[in-house]
């Protein structure tokens, strides 16, 4: 039985469009009066954009109603829907705390008030009904102060019971000025035994070399691949593995058709570089992993065998995956395995 590990997945884009609609309906007035019908409001959060600066705009409009008291709110119908639809047995969680808490608030006000968001959304995810194994990402981002991202990765340290990792969003052109203070936090988190991801190597403008060496895995990096194939055989002795998140490149113009997707599988695959498959913004998207999956068969990105090693590689480099096998390989042994009686559960 196949279920399955999503390793890149950002709280603020992981809301389907629904579910954000009828929270309009339900608690926001002028939101709802701004989208009085759904099929409108689909069409609006869901279109692609032209750049991934644009595309990044939407998840502003997200996360000012994921505000402390909505968040247990949206969280709850993300692991139920990740149960029910996607088969998750594990899901890494990524947003940048600073972002959830009022923006009326000091710079030191908010900064404290981070540790409140990280238990809400630790809380919010262990939903009893839905038992998926879930750990958080707290994102620094390319526009916040350094102060602030410093105390995103001290918070990190501070929460092993709920946060795995680092990473930094925020667009990977943005943080080019910038990039040694972020070699610094990530020295730091790592010598404090954090796990690490980044948005690296996403677009063009995105490449930076410099910090590779700080990541565990890497977020997209399919321009590693694409442009910069000298750097996989390192990549595969460091044993990285890139998160990518196919339809997210369609969404932001990041590329213009599928064959440059077939190139950064076959190159990884080439080079033994793992690649573990992920939604990003399932929501925003509205398309959940196994479709994901589904698309890269159809489209003869990938075969089945392929797929497999990927669905696998996930939970080899998922960050907090209690387990030594993925969970096909324990279900399995529990399924085939004979009743001591032969007792029907039936009528
Ligand atoms: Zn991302």
Redesign the pocket.
């Known amino acids: 039985m196949a279920l399955y590990a999503e390793l890149?997945r950002?709280l603020g884009g992981s809301v389907v469009p629904r579910v954000l609609w009828r929270y309009f309906q339900r608690r926001n007035e002028d939101l709802a009066a701004k989208f009085p019908v759904y099929p409108e409001f689909e069409e609006f959060y869901t279109r692609p954009r032209n750049t991934l600066d644009e595309y990044l705009e939407l998840h502003t409009l997200v996360e000012t109603v994921q505000t402390e008291q909505a968040l247990p709110y949206f969280i709850y119908r993300l692991i139920r829907g990740a149960y029910i639809f996607e088969n998750l047995a594990y899901l890494e969680l990524r947003y940048t705390p600073y972002l959830r808490t009022p923006e009326h608030l000091s710079q030191g006000e908010r900064i404290e008030q981070m540790a409140q968001i990280v238990e809400i959304v630790g809380k919010a995810s262990q939903a009893e009904d839905y038992p998926i194994v879930t750990s958080q990402i707290l994102c620094m981002h390319s526009r916040l102060p350094s102060e602030v991202n410093r105390a995103i990765v001290e918070l990190a340290v501070s929460y092993p019971e709920y946060v795995c990792a680092i990473d930094v969003?925020g667009g990977d052109a943005h943080y080019r000025e910038r990039l040694d203070e972020f070699v610094g936090l990530y020295d730091y988190a790592r010598s404090h035994g954090l796990k690490t991801t980044g948005?690296l190597y996403e677009t063009v403008d995105g490449c930076y070399p410099q910090l590779l060496p700080y990541l565990m895995r890497i977020?997209h990096g399919i321009q590693i691949p694409l442009k910069y194939p000298e750097l996989l055989p390192q990549l595969a002795a460091n044993q990285q593995c890139l998160e990518v998140c196919p339809t997210t490149y369609f969404k932001t113009g990041t590329l213009e058709n599928l064959s440059q997707l077939k190139i950064v599988f076959d190159r990884c695959f080439e080079a033994g570089v793992d690649i573990a498959i992920c939604t990003?913004n399932a929501g925003l998207h509205n398309v959940r992993l196994p479709f994901e999956y589904e698309n890269l068969l159809t489209h003869d990105i990938i075969d089945f065998r392929q797929l497999q090693a990927c669905q696998d590689a996930a939970f080899r480099h998922a960050f907090a995956w209690p387990h030594q096998q993925p969970p096909a390989s324990l279900l399995t042994s529990i399924l085939q395995k004979e009743p001591p009686e032969a007792q029907s559960i039936y009528p």
């Open positions: 890149h950002h969003a948005h977020g990003d």
